[in-house]
């Protein structure tokens, strides 16, 4: 195998481990995943068209992206340091405000494109 080839494959491999051990760490990781989850089985259920599975497609994607670097910036935060200082907060802060971004968008995002059908379904 080319030594190119080998390396791709060792990032790839280095990508899957880190989504792996951020789920095995991270309560919130796993909530998203189960979430995202339920919105498939949704999004099947009531037959969404394809435009509107892109949408939720970004959102989980948005999500799943922020929870990782918040991840990876928690952990990096701590190895430098475990003392309490200002600046740590400020980054573990930030982190943690650009997930809470992700998950009101992806919030928006399912009740615009699965309330209505599923409110049809369960009310009508
Ligand atoms: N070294 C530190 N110095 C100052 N404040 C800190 C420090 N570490 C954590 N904090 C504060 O505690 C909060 C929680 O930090 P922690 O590392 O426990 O994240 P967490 O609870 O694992 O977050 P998440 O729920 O996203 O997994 C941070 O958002 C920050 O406000």
Known sequence: MS????????????????????????????FHLVSACIVAV???????????????????????????????IERTVDRISSDIHPLAKAAKDAAAGAVLVAVIFAA???????????WRVCFQ
């Open 3 to 30: 030594g190119w080839r080998s390396r791709e494959i060792r990032s790839f491999r280095s990508a899957c481990a880190g989504i792996a051990e951020t789920l095995r760490g991270e309560r919130h990781m796993r």
């Open 108 to 118: 928006a995002v399912g009740a615009i494109v699965i309330g209505p059908p599923l």
């Open 42 to 72: 949704l999004a099947i259920w009531l037959r969404i068209p394809r435009s509107d599975i892109l949408w939720l497609l970004l959102a989980i994607a948005f999500v799943f992206t922020a929870e990782l670097i918040n991840t990876a």
